[in-house]
């Protein structure tokens, strides 16, 4: 494995927010109809990661999530599955059991998820338990308080030292960017997780808000572009939080074919972290193929 | 991680904005007196969709006779209407033409996407709702113009002559025409002869609207329908915006003269990013400066100039955005550069395409397939370029960029200011501080920092040297239309 040195880290450039909140509305005026619609949906289904991170989570909620993720609306046959269920290290196993002979990965939450606030062996631990549990990807947090404090160096060292955690594990950087505040923030802190070595970088845990907005995720595909530029390496891209409607994931799906370009749009490379998100995407996909919006009531809830 | 190989493409299906809704007649005539009347020349000239070369309409080509009527009943109208309102009294007539024109704002993006080859994203994101605007801020002048001119007596010119442009055919109607008749005025005004048919619809409004006859008449035609009016004796006022040539022309023919003017003429507009810009905003800034409207504008920022110390990256990542912008049918939501006004402003540009390729400079142009009827031309930027370059001094009016490297600030000020033209300039850079440096250095009569093309009813706009005089919209557009005495 090739070593990732803080030194090798370049200057962040300055980000222009009232630049970037232009860009994000051209992509807003896109227009998917039809044919590219269809697709779309489709592609998003099969990249959301089918999310419960709860206190009350139970063996049993889990398992009923995993049938889910196999069989989002089997009265319509033909629908892809999600990409993944995300859930904490405690629930990773009864997850495995559930998938096992499925292609939906599991994806865990780990290094003190949410607030990250657990000192360094224990986020090891942490990840190391989700990963021997039989997690195929780990979804860290970065240390946001050292971020804001400056200490760049602790918060690349501790990324680049999950990264060897997690083994043959893919490994996902949360920045939780609505605790960064700014662009130029989740700009550097996106540098800094990329070149420490992440395989994805992820907006938000889904517990503060604001979290993925068109905004930030273009701010982090944009420091994707760059390094691949730099060094022809790709990163994935997982926005998290706050997309629940079929609209604007597709139109996230217009940021990534306009920035980053067709190769990232399956879902080894872009994810959406979501719960509420599949069965609107459903819902679209049926009115696509009969003409009429169902009723909720129509696609279940696990 | 391996790079993974693309598995499918996504592509966007056509969108076409429908045009079934759209009311076009056969055959237009002159809108001279609050009616429709047949040319005296009795000629018609066909106006067509640079898009697929397909005729839209006939239109009223006026002669000198046609021009003395408008003239005419613009002046009846002045002296016993309009001059003796109540300013409250106009700023509804005003008002409502606003609310009609907004009434109808997607009939009029179909209608001016169709005949001016822009694209629909930006004649209903852009020209339409800016004009609409207009009238509406106009509106609000009328009856408060005592704060406009604090203690100075004003009064109104007379009947003002109004010569525009085709590339933002509405949106130069309603510069022009708003100011006018807030301030008291009446207008003859003549729209460019490829895209005349929005003024037109902007006529059928100003008819439904119950505007005083004679108060706002339509003239269509060529050069010499424009030069009826320049010349005409009765006109107290020209206002003209088109190409630096024909506004020296008019300055020539108004001299010695009681008539007063207002120029907005030709532009070869610096965009200036430094090494701390906000690189990937300033490349989108770069994008909306010199291919927004197929580069048909005016203040365009056609000479790039950026700090060599970025250059490459600025290049690389300018080409990059380029290939993601899809340039085809106007009509489709999607499309971002659409087509070529006419067939002769193509030749134009391609006349400058074959100089910069003669000259030595580096050409790159996007990757995209043309469609094969109408008038379309690829993005095109030109690297290695030198001040002396013929194309990085004359005014292209297409999707030409140059691109120049710079080291220093004094030297790019120099180099941005090294041309007869002033119209506008674009600076990147997170220094404030340089910001106003540059804005107090920089000889144009616009300066955006951070973003380019940004337009607004109350943001004054015009050019320094040989990019005009006078300035149109915001307190200032008022200047140009009224008599201050003492």
């Known amino acids: ?302 | 991680m391996a790079k993974e190989k693309n598995n499918e493409s996504w592509e966007y299906a056509p969108s076409l904005e429908s045009t079934a809704h759209i009311q076009l007649k056969e055959k237009y005539d002159l809108f001279i007196d609050g009616k429709w009347v047949k040319p005296k020349s009795g000629k018609y000239f066909k106006s067509i969709n640079p898009a697929n070369e397909e005729v839209l309409a006939e239109v009223a080509h006026a002669n000198e006779s046609d021009v003395n009527l408008a003239v005419k009943a613009a002046r009846k109208a002045y002296t016993n209407v309009w001059s003796k309102m109540a300013p409250t009294e106009r700023a509804k007539y005003i008002y409502r033409i606003a609310r009609l024109m907004h009434e109808r704002a997607r009939e009029f993006a179909v209608i001016e996407t169709l005949d001016a080859g822009k694209t629909i994203r930006e004649s209903r994101d852009v020209d339409v709702p800016l004009a609409c605007n207009h009238f509406f801020y106009y509106a609000g002048w009328a009856d408060k113009l005592e704060y406009a001119f604090p203690n100075r007596k004003f009064e109104s010119l007379g009947v003002a002559g109004q010569i525009i442009p085709w590339n933002f055919p509405l949106l130069m109607a309603a510069w022009k025409i708003a100011p006018a008749l807030a301030t008291g005025n009446t207008v003859v005004l003549k729209p460019a002869e490829t895209t005349p048919l929005t003024a037109l619809k902007l006529a059928e409004i100003i008819e439904e609207s119950g505007l005083p006859a004679g108060v706002v008449n339509i003239v269509t035609g060529y050069g010499d329908t424009g030069a009826a009016i320049v010349n005409h004796p009765d006109v107290n006022k020209i206002a003209f915006t088109g190409s630096t040539a024909v506004g020296k022309i008019i300055q020539k023919s108004i001299a010695g003269t009681h008539k007063k003017a207002t120029l907005e003429l030709g532009g070869k507009s610096a965009n200036i990013i430094f090494d701390d810009a906000p690189i990937d905003q300033a490349v989108e800034g770069i994008v909306n400066g010199i291919f927004f409207n197929q580069g048909h504008v005016c203040c365009a920022g056609s000479r790039l100039f950026v700090q060599e110390n970025v250059a490459d990256k600025v290049i690389r990542k300018l080409k990059q955005r380029m290939e993601s912008l899809y340039v085809g049918n106007p009509l489709d939501k999607n499309t971002d550069i659409g087509a070529i006004n006419s067939k002769e402003q193509l030749e134009v540009i391609n006349k400058f395409i074959q100089i910069g390729k003669n000259e030595g400079a580096e050409m790159y142009q996007t990757k995209c397939n043309l469609p094969k009827k109408g008038y379309y031309c690829s993005p095109t930027i030109f690297t290695n370029v030198a001040q002396s370059n013929v194309i990085a001094q004359e005014e292209i009016f297409g999707p030409v960029l140059t691109v120049q490297t710079f080291r220093t600030v004094d030297e790019v000020i120099q180099k941005a200011n090294n041309s007869p033209y002033g119209l506008a300039a674009g600076v990147w850079t997170d220094k404030g501080s340089r910001i106003f440096n540059l804005t107090t250095k920089l000889r144009a009569g616009v300066v955006w920092a951070n973003t380019y093309n940004k337009f607004d009813p109350t943001s004054p706009f015009g050019g320094y040297k040989e990019s005009g005089f006078g300035r149109e919209g915001g307190m200032h557009g008022l200047s140009g239309y009224v008599k201050l005495n003492d």
């Open chain 1, 1 to 302: 494995m090739k070593p990732f040195l803080f030194s090798k880290l370049p200057d962040s450039p300055t980000i222009d927010k009232v630049g970037v909140e232009e860009r994000v509305a051209r992509f807003q005026t896109r227009s998917i109809k039809n044919e590219s619609k269809r697709q779309g949906l489709r592609m998003v289904l099969n990249m959301i990661d089918l999310t419960t991170l709860e206190g009350k989570d139970t063996p049993g909620k889990v398992k009923q999530m995993c049938y889910k993720a196999q069989h989002l609306h089997d009265l319509y046959p033909g629908l892809p599955t999600v990409a993944a269920v995300c859930v904490y290290p405690s629930m990773v196993a009864f997850a495995k059991k559930e998938l096992k002979n499925s292609s939906v990965k599991i994806a865990s939450v780990s290094t003190a998820f949410p607030s990250g606030q657990a000192p360094m062996d224990v986020k090891i631990t942490d990840t190391k338990f989700a990963v021997d549990a039989g997690a195929d990807e780990i979804d860290m947090v970065i240390s946001r308080g050292k971020f804001l404090t400056g200490e760049y160096n602790f918060v690349f060292d501790e990324i680049a030292a999950i990264k060897e955690a997690c083994g043959n594990a893919r490994l996902k950087v949360i920045l939780e960017t609505g605790e960064l505040a700014t662009l130029d923030n989740v700009r550097k802190a996106s540098d800094i997780a990329i070149y420490a070595g992440a395989d994805f970088i992820k907006t938000s845990t889904g517990k503060i808000q604001p979290a993925a907005t068109m905004q930030v995720t273009y701010t982090m595909l944009m420091a994707i572009r760059d390094y691949f530029d730099e060094t022809g390496i790709m990163v994935g891209m997982k926005p998290a939080g706050g997309i629940s409607t079929s609209k604007l994931a597709l139109h996230n799906l217009v940021m990534v074919k306009e920035i980053l370009g067709d190769a990232w749009l399956n879902n080894q490379w872009f994810r959406f972290g979501a719960s509420s998100l599949a069965n609107d995407v459903l819902m679209q996909i049926l009115k696509t193929e009969t003409g009429i919006y169902q009723s909720p009531d129509y696609f279940t809830i696990d």
